[in-house]
Each structure stands twice: as structure tokens, then as C-alpha cells.
């Protein structure tokens, strides 16, 4: 089985992390969208932010993706946290292979990320807030974007990875035996 998914879900939520070792364990290559940004724009994403605005970098990111998503082969791809805000991008996505959504509650969060400078969304006033609106926003395009929801709150990172490769060989195998299906909708499923 050659894996080709996509790791969506808020900043902080484990994305490069999961995404690294995932790729390690499937032996294909591990993309991170915002490292491929940070080396074509020069800079880091919180300094792009400052000078050139955040639609500017959208504009980038949903270019950048549709590069990636076009290479052939097995790839674990980690998005930003934003990069569901713009609807060719769920489309690019969910085209793109296995869509997961690492979910992690706005407080989960806030705990990983609380003394990371580098987050743009996340400076000044109240955080905690700001993530709040943020998952109040992106939690259902997650969800539409996403094949499968896996719940980041306990486990461990290889627990995560395993729970990962568990889900996308029980898609791959019911994919093998399924007989081809007029549509490719599938509704979400949620994996504990």
C-alpha cells in the first residue's frame, strides 16, 4: 500500500510532528507546506504576515499547494492551519488522496503552543481567544475537508501515527474490495 495523504487541523495540533513519522514509518516523503512556503517567500510565515498581509500569503499557499498536490506518487503533505479557509483548497485536498483531520480542542492547544513565537495568528491580545474564534471558524471546513477525524487529545505520537496507518489501511483495503462507487463522497468517520 502506497500512502498519499494529507494532514489537516489548528496550528499546534501535531500536523509536522505526526506527519514526520507517519511518512518515516510508509517510507514516502513528508511535504510540510509551510517549510515549501517559508523557502520560496524567503522569509518566515510571521514576518510574511507583517509586510505583505495575510491574503497575500493565502494567494501563495493555495499555489504552492496545487504544485505539491500534482506530484505523483506516495507523500504525507502537512497544511497550515489556514489553508482549508479557501474552498479550491478543500477541493485540491480532498482530490489530492486520504484527507485526516488531527482534531485537538482550543485548550489542547493553547497548552502546546502557549510559548511559540512563531505562530502569526497567535500574537498579542488573549491566545486563548484567538484560537477559540480560530476553531470556531475552521473546525467545520476540517470537517468537510477531511475523509477521516482523529481525535489528538491523549495518545501518545506513535499512538497517533499507529491510529493513522490503522485508519488509512482499513480505507485502502475496503477500497481494494469495494466495487468502483458512482461517487466519492464519503461521509467522515471519526476514529478514538
Do not use: W
Amino acid at each position: 500500500m502506497q500512502i498519499r495523504c494529507a494532514l489537516v487541523g489548528m496550528p499546534g495540533s501535531g500536523k509536522s510532528t505526526v506527519g514526520r513519522q507517519l511518512a518515516h514509518r510508509a517510507g514516502v516523503p513528508f511535504i510540510d507546506l509551510d517549510h515549501r512556503l517559508e523557502k520560496m517567500i524567503g522569509t518566515t510565515i510571521r514576518s510574511f504576515f507583517e509586510t505583505q498581509g495575510e491574503a497575500r500569503f493565502r494567494d501563495l499557499e493555495a499555489q504552492v499547494l496545487a504544485e505539491v498536490t500534482q506530484q505523483p506518487g506516495g507523500m504525507v503533505l502537512s497544511t497550515g492551519g489556514g489553508a482549508v479557509l479557501r474552498a479550491e483548497n478543500r477541493e485540491v485536498l480532498r482530490q489530492f488522496g486520504n484527507v485526516l483531520y488531527l482534531r485537538a480542542s482550543p485548550e489542547e492547544i493553547y497548552k502546546r503552543v502557549k510559548h511559540d513565537k512563531t505562530r502569526p495568528l497567535l500574537q498579542g491580545g488573549n491566545p486563548m481567544e484567538k484560537l477559540r474564534e480560530l476553531y470556531a471558524v475552521r473546525d467545520p471546513l476540517y470537517r468537510e475537508t477531511a475523509h477521516y477525524v482523529i481525535e489528538t487529545g491523549r495518545p501518545s505520537v506513535s499512538t497517533l501515527v499507529s491510529m493513522v496507518m490503522m485508519q488509512l489501511e482499513m480505507a485502502h483495503s475496503a477500497a481494494v474490495s469495494a466495487p468502483a462507487s458512482p461517487s466519492a463522497d464519503q461521509p467522515s468517520r471519526t476514529s478514538h
